[in-house]
Structures are given as C-alpha cells and as structure tokens.
C-alpha cells in the first residue's frame, strides 16, 4: 500500500524487502533502541549522547593547538561561548531563506525553535562571525584563532554528522544500492519512512568529512600550513561545503537548479565565498601573520589575568 505521496508504507516495505526481485535483500538493517534510559523517567538519545561527546573531543583540540601556538587557552571558552549565539541566529535565518514562502507568511514562526529547523552551512558562518568579534573583543589574533579552529570544526562536523545515524535522521533518497540503510524497530526515528530502504546521506557526508580532515593534517604533517594567518580555516570550510554539496545529491530534498537542491546551492555558495577569501587572503595579505610555528618551542609561560586589560 501508498499512502497520499505515492510513499510505500513502511509495513508493506518490510513484508517486501525479502522478496525476489522486489527490493534488494543486501541492505543494511539497524534495528536498535536509539534512546538510553538513565534512571526511571529520564531517557536521552544515544545521538545527543555521542554528540555532546564529539563536542567535547573537538574542544581538547582546539586546545592543544591554541597551546601550541602559544594561545591563551581560557580565550578559547569565551569565544566558544560567543560562536553559540551567532551559529544559531545564522542556522535560522539560513533555514528561513531556504524555505522562505512559508516565513512570509508567517513571520513569528522565525522565532519559533519548534517550527522548522537549522542550516548546517549558515551556521557555520554565524558562528564564525561572532566568534571573530568575540576574539576582537579579547584583542588577540583572529588569524591565530582562525587558524586554530580549521582542524577541531572539521571533526565536529564530520563526527557530529556521523552520530546522525544514531538517531535514524538525515536519511536520502529511496535506493537499491547494496549499502542502503533501513531503521527498524519502534524508534523515533528521526526521517521519515526509516523502514525504506535509503541512501545514507548523513554517512556521506560525515565519511567525506573526516577524509578532508585527514587530506588537512597530512597538509599540515608536510608543513602546508605552517603560517597561522587563517588561510587554513578557509580550506577547511570550503571542503566541507564541497563534500555538503555532492552529498547533497542523495537528499529527499526537490532539486531546483539541475540536480541540486536549495541546501546544496547554499553549499556550493559558500565554498565560492570561501574561495574568493582564500585568493584574496593571499594575494592583499597584509603581511601580518604570524610567524611559523617552532616545534621546539618551550611550554609558554601564561601572562598573569590581572594585567589582562578589561573588555
């Protein structure tokens, strides 16, 4: 049976998937509790769980490498806390212009969490903006920062991605393909009809993701990036939007220009942008970067809070 959408209902789907020459039997079945029980009537989602875990991981990284290119490492928590606010406030807005004939209508449901969702890429840029201004207002180097954070976004993202899978969310297009993933099980899921068979879209682009990352480290291992002056963070950003953008033909998503999406345009758009600062950055650079990093340089002694100047 279909219902209104011409979709197979997810009971029918799994009557089928075993029958010959009806829907491939090679398909990757995950059948499991996506919510962990801690004590009576405090359940979480194994994917909040995991997620907050990545978060974490992401940090300490961030962390090492402020220590390594003698950063104070307490700036790292306040410009952290100050990306948070401008990565939300982007995610909306940038889901607001992707689907903007229903937020003029309705204005309010802007302001709304409840309503609609987040875009991953406008995130990115809120928080990178406001991270900036915090960094600004600490009267330390956005270049280092910058630098600094090339490495720990990309694991968030790739990592983050990955733990979609947890929760059953960010399933594709119906597929045959020997590697289509189908979530049984009572749930919640969080795509709908989980049952039917699917490209796994969120591993796409979370596996994408993390060889970018690897692509950059060995980049860094051969001392590509060996001036902190931001250049880095571009690369990395302009990547993950190209890895966005081919993921992005697996989506459910309707295609509106060729075979992309609004969310993949958006990608595409925002490894332009990413682009045109990386050229820009190398050819007008005003030749105050820092120097490159000294392997051999010793444990650096931590300038004392109280002359820090107030902000």
């Avoid at 968030?156 to 393909?177: C, D, F, N, R, V």
């Avoid at 994408?208 to 950003?237: C, N, P, Q």
Wanted: overall charge neutral.
């Amino acid at each position: 049976m279909r219902d209104a959408t011409g979709t197979m209902s997810p009971s029918r789907h799994r009557r089928l998937r075993y029958t010959a020459g009806t829907v491939p039997i090679a398909v990757i079945v995950l059948d499991f509790d996506p919510l962990l029980e801690l004590t009576d009537g405090l359940v979480i989602r194994w994917q909040t769980l995991v997620l907050a875990a990545v978060i974490a991981a992401a940090l300490l990284v961030a962390a090492q490498f402020a220590q390594r290119l003698d950063l104070r490492r307490d700036d790292l928590l306040y410009i952290v806390v100050g990306i948070v606010p401008g990565a939300f406030i982007g995610a909306r807005v940038g889901y607001a212009l992707l689907h903007l004939d229903v937020f003029a209508a309705d204005p309010g449901a802007l302001l709304d969490p409840g309503r609609g969702g987040l875009d991953l890429p406008a995130g990115v840029v809120g928080g990178a903006l406001t991270g900036a201004y915090v960094a600004v207002l600490l009267e330390t180097s956005i270049r280092a920062w910058a630098h600094v954070a090339a490495v720990p976004l990309l694991l968030a993202l790739g990592a983050g991605k990955l733990t979609m899978i947890l929760g059953g969310s960010g399933q594709g297009l119906p597929s045959e393909a020997a590697w289509a993933t189908a979530f049984l099980g009572p749930g919640p899921w969080g795509s709908l009809a989980p049952a039917l068979p699917s490209h796994p879209a969120q591993a796409y682009e979370g596996i994408g993701t993390l060889l970018l990352l690897v692509v950059l480290l060995a980049a860094i291992w051969v001392g590509a990036f060996g001036r902190r002056d931001g250049r880095m963070l571009l690369v990395a950003i302009g990547g993950w939007a190209l890895v966005r953008a081919v993921a992005s033909l697996s989506w459910r998503d309707p295609a509106i220009v060729g075979p992309f999406s609004a969310g993949g345009i958006l990608a595409i758009a925002l490894a332009g942008g990413c682009l045109v600062l990386l050229i820009a950055t190398t050819i007008w650079g005003d030749g105050t970067a820092a120097a490159p990093v000294d392997e051999a340089t010793p444990e650096p002694a931590w300038p004392d809070p109280a002359t820090r100047p107030p902000f």
